[in-house]
């Protein structure tokens, strides 16, 4: 028998992961969510409690932290990728589990994706790139070749990182942001040139 499909998190972002599923073929059984007062969304029922059977799960939680929680909550769970039809992806990219890829993104030769990241609609990841786990690249942000970007890092709406920058962990770099210079742990960064206006 088939093993079912979930989705830990009935929120705008699991309907966007809806859709990628279904783009491959693959049929999401029911959303899955804290919130006893949500009881459908997107046309599928959600269920208040982890199934105990086996399924292969996606925390479709925006927030990097929050979906951290959640990964180490249900860390025995059979997590999968989820990469839409339409994404263009190098061969030689390693994609790893609980990550998923919206339309229209592009990444390109070498690249590694850790683990439950989120590559946003349009976003556009060079050669080369290192991702680790629990980062999100919202949509069309875009980074050149060799970039680093740590552990549970936001890479903000249209923002450009240009070749070869270290971005450390936890980070925010805000909408539309240029970064021509590494970014230390915890750095909230802003602007054209990039800069930093607090610290997380
Ligand atoms: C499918 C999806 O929805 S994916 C989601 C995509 N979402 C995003 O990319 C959101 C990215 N977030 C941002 O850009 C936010 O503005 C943040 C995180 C950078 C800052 O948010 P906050 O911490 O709430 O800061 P706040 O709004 O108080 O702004 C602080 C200062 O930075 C400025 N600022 C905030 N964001 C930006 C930005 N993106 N570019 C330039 N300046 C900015 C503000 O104007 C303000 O300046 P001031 O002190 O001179 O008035």
């Known amino acids: 028998m088939k093993n079912k499909t979930y989705l830990f998190g009935a929120s705008g ?18 959303f899955i ?45 059979s997590f999968i990728a989820l990469i839409h039809s339409k994404a263009v992806i190098s061969l030689s990219v390693k994609i790893n589990k609980g990550t998923v890829v919206m339309a ?37 942000a875009a980074l050149a070749g060799n ?11 249209g923002a450009s990182v240009i070749q070869g920058i270290n971005i450390g962990k936890w980070c925010t770099i805000g909408a539309g942001a240029v970064i021509i210079k590494d970014v230390p742990d915890y750095s909230v960064v802003v602007g054209n040139p990039g800069r930093i206006i607090k610290k997380k």
């Open 13 to 30: 972002h699991g309907k966007v992961i809806v859709d990628v599923a279904s783009s491959i073929g693959v049929v999401v059984n029911a």
């Open 33 to 77: 969510d804290n919130d006893t007062k949500k009881i459908k969304c997107y046309g599928l029922p959600v269920l208040n409690t982890v199934p105990e059977n086996d399924g292969e799960f996606v925390i479709s939680i925006g927030n990097n932290e929050a979906r951290k929680k959640v990964a180490e909550t249900i860390r025995n769970k």
């Open 104 to 140: 229209g993104v592009v990444i390109n030769a070498e690249t590694v994706i850790g683990k439950h990241c989120i590559i946003n609609t349009n976003a556009s990841i060079d050669h080369e790139c290192c991702i680790e786990d629990f980062v999100h690249i919202s949509p069309n």
């Open 147 to 157: 970039v680093v970007v740590r552990e549970g890092t936001h890479i903000g709406i």
